[in-house]
């Protein structure tokens, strides 16, 4: 059969632009507020001293649904200080752990959430980046994937905002029936210093920069709908006949780990799930000066304008590769090693040992490699330029399915006694600690009873 027979055969269809109904409504979306939540408790929150978790409620009435995706934190960010206050990144940076509790139920306790969502943070565009660090105080990304962040004067107060990054409210479409998920969200306070830029003076340790901070007037800000009394008389009896709603979402178990520098190993991650649908690793380095100091988990590299200090503590460099950005890297400085192996299996099947393939795997867990507009750029368009130099993170994507396939539930089941260990090699002779995280699925079931998380 010839192709002109075979394509006769196939089925017309009629382009959307040939189409000319009207668009289906929502008729039963009553109305839409912009609302906010305030922390429960004190107004003011120190690091180092009196209350350091802030906690939200966020309640409603019976017909009030939350949209996660429009959730955001904001509050005011003072320097007590007689010196400038330099952030390194965005708000985000100065809360260490985010755990998120639904009818009591914990779905989601993230440490590290700083760190994480720093990471998180430099996978997306710089268009994104950039609207991020605008609405965290102002700041700007350079070059190779620098963050530049505003200096606070002092006794200057700086009203900022974030995203809530975690798998519920990122991560997440389905809205929130408020009056059935009783939701309570819990931000710790890093150390004093996780977030700042604390160089020293030429003659001494003496610090150039402001430590003394806090925040105040928090307040969690999203938008809820109004839907109408038949849809909630719906949703109402669908849950007192003994259903449940279920919620799908994707969620982080991040775990540190103190490996001896320069040396190969193997890590063993304890932690098993139903499906684990990637890991990503990352390193961080003993603090080193370069007219500056101090010690921080967050992996961002920041100067500022003002004298070109540089935080270098947790920049970790492509193994021997050169010092500068430009200087490319040649086959002889390609020894990265690393792999995955969950009990006899082995993602990839070969170890990965060239930059290049690293950067694939990187994109291939971000799920990006099919999609041009939500591409990595990592800093202008340096985008391998900064992986290398300044943002190196290893990832492993562990779905069967590929992104936009539609299908959910592929990845790995790791509770059938099969140890989940990464195995690294050549690595860099400064680094000593790990921080891996796994990303992983879960449901959360609510219903009349309360709520349950399966994962």
């Known amino acids: 059969m010839s192709l002109e027979q075979t394509s006769s055969t196939a089925e017309d269809i009629l382009l959307q632009e040939l189409k000319y109904d009207i668009s289906p409504s929502a008729s039963y979306l009553l109305q839409k507020e912009q609302t906010k939540w305030f922390a429960a408790g004190s107004n003011i929150y120190n690091a180092s001293s009196g209350q350091r978790v802030l906690r939200f409620n966020l309640s409603g009435s019976a017909p009030l649904f939350l949209n996660p995706q429009s959730v955001k934190l904001m509050f005011t960010l003072v320097n007590n200080g007689t010196k400038l206050l330099i952030p390194l990144t965005g708000p985000w940076g100065f809360f260490q752990r985010c755990t998120i509790k639904v009818n009591g139920v914990q779905a989601e306790d993230i440490y590290g959430w700083n760190r994480v969502t720093q990471q998180f943070h430099t996978m997306q565009n710089v268009e994104t980046r950039q609207r991020d660090l605008d609405l965290g105080g102002g700041g700007g990304i350079e070059e190779y994937g620098q963050t530049t962040m505003h200096a606070y004067e002092v006794g200057e107060q700086r009203t900022v905002m974030c995203p809530i990054f975690s798998g519920l409210f990122t991560g997440n479409s389905k809205y929130f029936w408020l009056s059935a998920m009783n939701i309570t969200v819990e931000l710790e306070l890093a150390h004093a210093t996780a977030n700042l830029l604390t160089p020293p003076n030429v003659a001494g340790d003496a610090l150039q920069t402001s430590v003394l901070w806090h925040i105040e007037d928090a307040q969690i800000l999203g938008d809820v709908v109004t839907v109408s009394p038949d849809l909630l008389s719906v949703y109402t009896a669908h849950l007192e006949s003994g259903k449940s709603m279920s919620i799908e979402y994707k969620t982080f178990a991040v775990s540190e780990h103190a490996i001896a520098p320069g040396s190969d190993t193997s890590i063993n991650l304890n932690r098993a799930f139903t499906k684990l649908d990637g890991i990503l690793t990352s390193f961080a380095t003993d603090s080193y000066t370069l007219e500056s100091t101090g010690a921080t988990t967050l992996p961002v590299w920041t100067d500022s304008a003002l004298k070109s200090w540089y935080s270098t503590s947790e920049v970790v460099f492509y193994p021997g590769m050169a010092s500068s950005p430009l200087g490319g890297i040649a086959k002889a ?76 539930y592929t990845g790995e089941n790791t509770r059938h006694n099969d140890l989940t260990t990464v195995h690294l090699k050549n690595l860099n002779s400064g680094i000593n600690k790990c921080f891996i995280i796994m990303v992983h699925l879960q449901i959360l079931k609510i219903s009349a009873a309360g709520a349950d998380v399966l994962d």
């Not at 799920?367 to 190196?392: C, E, P, V």
């Open 333 to 408: 400085e390609d020894v990265l090693e690393m792999f995955i192996s969950i009990g006899p299996r082995r993602f990839p099947n070969y170890p990965v040992t060239k930059l290049t393939e690293h950067y694939l795997r990187f994109h291939q867990f971000m799920g990006r490699l099919t999609s041009d507009a939500h591409a990595w750029g990592g800093g202008a368009q340096k985008g391998m330029s900064a992986y290398m130099f300044n943002q190196l993170q290893l990832g492993t994507d562990l779905e069967k399915s590929h992104p936009g396939s539609g299908a959910a």
